[in-house]
């Protein structure tokens, strides 16, 4: 038994050096390859459209071969299944477009050679609106990547004139007084301008904007509020008018009006 035990020795302790030595040798593997920076070259960006058009992302990766890349909507980056729909050849190399199969109007472009991999939506609706972003999974040697956070945004014109509101009539010179205008709904959000006497008012520190979101409509709603700190006799008979100006339909601008009365 003792002879057994004394070759026995001797052995554990080659084998524990050979393990030192392995780990050593692997940790100064990894010290000398630091993980490799995977880039998004060219990003999506915000886009606003009419419902019924198909609009596209793009997403020009630089990666690894084994790295993956996928699409995340409002924060959901497992899109599901695709199944290949087309091919075609172009001197840039085979583009390959894939249907997402719980999402069939959502379809993603490849171009292996040129690390394209883009999402189209055909016939976009109120349903796609959301934040999308495009991403490089990372891998053994190397970091992910993560595109800017950009909006899908559907136009939905106002379909009515803003309003005034006002306290009641007759005011009191001396007392403060808000004047606010609120939009129609719309999306994206109008735009508000107050004219006094057809002036425009500019004062920045008593003119405030907010936007709110209308949970009826599912439209924006634009708020404008502007104080009269101290209201006097200039005021007596002045025409108070609110503009609305919606950029995405032509000549859109619709307006209310009314007159102060002073005491």
């Given at each position: 038994m003792t002879a057994t035990y004394r070759l026995q020795l001797p052995l554990l302790i080659i084998t524990y050096v050979i393990f030192s030595s392995t780990i050593e040798v692997v940790n100064a593997i990894e010290y000398a390859s630091p993980k490799i920076n995977q880039k998004i070259l060219i990003g999506p960006s915000d886009i606003t459209t009419y419902p019924g058009e198909t609009i596209q992302f793009p997403c020009i990766v630089s990666k690894q071969p084994d790295a993956i890349v996928t699409w995340c909507w409002n924060d959901f980056c497992t899109l599901g299944k695709t199944q290949l729909?087309?091919?075609?050849?172009?001197?840039?190399?085979?583009?390959?477009?894939?249907?997402?199969?719980?999402?069939?109007?959502?379809?993603?472009?490849?171009?292996?050679?040129?690390?394209?991999?883009?999402?189209?939506?055909?016939?976009?609706?109120?349903?796609?609106?959301?934040?999308f972003q495009c991403q490089v999974q990372r891998t053994m040697n190397a970091h992910e990547a993560r595109s800017e956070r950009v909006h899908l945004i559907l136009i939905a014109p106002p379909n009515g004139q803003p309003t005034l509101l006002l306290p009641h009539m007759p005011l009191k010179q001396g007392q403060s007084v808000n004047i606010t205008c609120l939009s129609a709904p719309s999306k994206p959000a109008s735009k508000l301008m107050l004219y006094k006497n057809e002036q425009i008012i500019a004062k920045k520190t008593s003119l405030m904007h907010f936007y709110e979101f209308d949970m009826k409509t599912k439209k924006n709603l634009t708020k404008l509020v502007y104080n009269i700190d101290d209201l006097d006799g200039d005021w007596d008979n002045a025409r108070v008018r609110c503009e609305q100006i919606y950029q995405y339909a032509d000549n859109f601008q619709k307006d209310v009006s009314t007159r102060i009365q002073v005491q």
């Open positions: 729909i087309s091919n075609e050849t172009t001197q840039d190399g085979l583009i390959r477009i894939f249907q997402y199969t719980g999402y069939p109007r959502f379809q993603l472009s490849i171009n292996e050679r040129l690390h394209h991999y883009n999402l189209s939506i055909v016939h976009v609706s109120n349903k796609d609106e959301g934040i």
